[in-house]
């Protein structure tokens, strides 16, 4: 029973991490090199996913209009003909595994040992009431995940060459949520690019 018991605790909890899941953002490159620049236009994303809710116009449009309000509030500013950076991005999804150990115990119940002695009145048996438990290995659970990546390159367009890269690293275990997620993760992946021209 208490074994039963801490399993459906364990998945509970496993449950509970998954739909809550957070992102986490990374970042390449010299900011102060993209404080260089002034304007910035879009290339076509580089989507290496085919998974339907990642790869259509809404998921294309809420990258590109929280990416555009946040690059120009940073004081760079869109522009198609000839700008100085391109901006492009990329979604991948992949499949993981989480792996969880529960510990196993065995119980011996009720009362007080018995008790026996040695010679001399010393007590042999360790007395005790209710269970006591004695570990004996582990369980392994293996659950299965999905995790999505949005990248976002920013490209000097005259070398060709990416000066900055950031990236939001999350599970995605519920992809109409994931989709509706995809602003803040652009903006928490933009966060890392710490430049403000439009202060000077």
Partial sequence: MKRSITGCLLLAVVALVAACSSY?????GSS??????????WLPPANNT????????????KVKDQATADLESKGLRLKANRPDLLVRYTIMVDNKVHTYNEPVYSYSYGGFYPRGYYRGGRAFYYGWRGAYPVYVGDDVYHVPYKEGT???DIIDRNTHKVIW????????????????????IVDGILNKLQINKTGR
């Fill in 24 to 28: 986490n953002y990374y970042s390449v």
């Fill in 32 to 41: 102060s090199n993209v404080a260089r620049y002034s304007t910035f236009a």
């Fill in 50 to 61: 085919k998974n339907p809710y990642f790869d259509n116009d809404l998921a294309d449009q």
């Fill in 150 to 152: 949005l990248i976002l």
């Fill in 165 to 184: 890269r950031g990236y939001g690293i999350g599970e995605v275990n519920n992809p109409e949520r994931a989709v509706n997620d995809l602003p803040q």
